[in-house]
């Protein structure tokens, strides 16, 4: 599994736009924000999402992302902590899955019946539940090193 389950969002998405056909460029930066050259426009991460999959799925993407961060993946990382490594790992878990369960449930709507909205819903809120384990863990490390960590943000 990826260390960085937006940067493998990311990848993935432009990996689908290549399988549709499409001339998907080289990521670059333009004032500190990436764009990635999509038939010849130059498309944000948001548009590249969105592309790939759907305004749903990009927000939830970007969503995740804004709470979680890079800052609380190097938090777990700097500590070598057992607990918090099982914790990050449970999350990223969750949250693969509930994603790829949206997608599924977007890219075949009525032919997967099986994919209720209560199904997803409650693979969402397992989904938050394992992140406010990690921040609850990482709280303690916060305590121990009078440092906040991405919970506080």
Known sequence: MDS?????SYRDARERLILRGKDVGQATYLDGIRYCAVEGMLLS???IFEEAWSEEIADAIL????VMGDQSIAIARSFSCTE????L????FSN???REVLHL?????ALRPLLSDEL?????????IAREALFDHEKTHSALTGTATSAAI
Do not use: V
């Open 63 to 66: 969503q995740e992302h804004s």
């Open 4 to 8: 960085n389950p937006y940067e493998k």
């Open 45 to 47: 991460d948001r548009n």
């Open 105 to 109: 449930k977007i890219e075949t709507g």
């Open 96 to 98: 693969e899955t509930y």
């Open 84 to 87: 918090c490594e099982r914790l």
């Open 120 to 128: 997803i819903a409650a693979l969402q809120k397992k989904c938050e």
């Open 89 to 92: 790992l449970a999350y990223s």
